[in-house]
């Protein structure tokens, strides 16, 4: 069974940084994408950056780029998500996720195995 845990949010000021980090175990897919998403209150869940599992492509939301960026670390097990310059719209929970295949990570609408979120509070 597939387990993603997130950890690394918080409460910070605008401006400020947070790095959260997603782990992945009990897969057994040769190749797979994982992603983060975010869900501010009221709103929508979103996709904020996705890469595949052999050290390819990394995609980051458009509206995020420059702001936010992903990493895995060299074991694949673990997925990062640096934020800077963080805005209070950015306040939400943050989850990631993960889909057998390797390809196509960008498309957030198949993703089938989640972590649990980690909250991420911005004030003004």
């Known amino acids: 069974e597939v387990q993603l845990a997130e950890s690394g949010g918080g409460s910070v000021q605008a401006g400020g940084s947070l790095r959260l980090s997603c782990s992945v175990s009990g897969y057994t897919y040769t190749y797979y994408c994982i992603a983060w998403f975010r869900q501010a209150p009221g709103k929508e869940r979103e996709g904020v950056a996705a890469?595949?599992?052999?050290?390819?492509?990394?995609f980051v939301r458009e509206s995020l780029k420059g702001r936010f960026a992903a990493s895995q670390d060299n074991s694949q097990s673990t997925l990062y998500l640096q934020m800077n310059s963080l805005k209070p719209e950015d306040t939400g929970t943050y989850s990631c996720a993960l889909r057998p295949g390797g390809i196509n990570c960008d498309n957030f609408g198949y993703y089938n195995s989640w972590g649990q979120g980690t909250q991420v509070t911005v004030s003004s």
């Open positions: 890469t595949d599992s052999h050290g390819g492509r990394t």
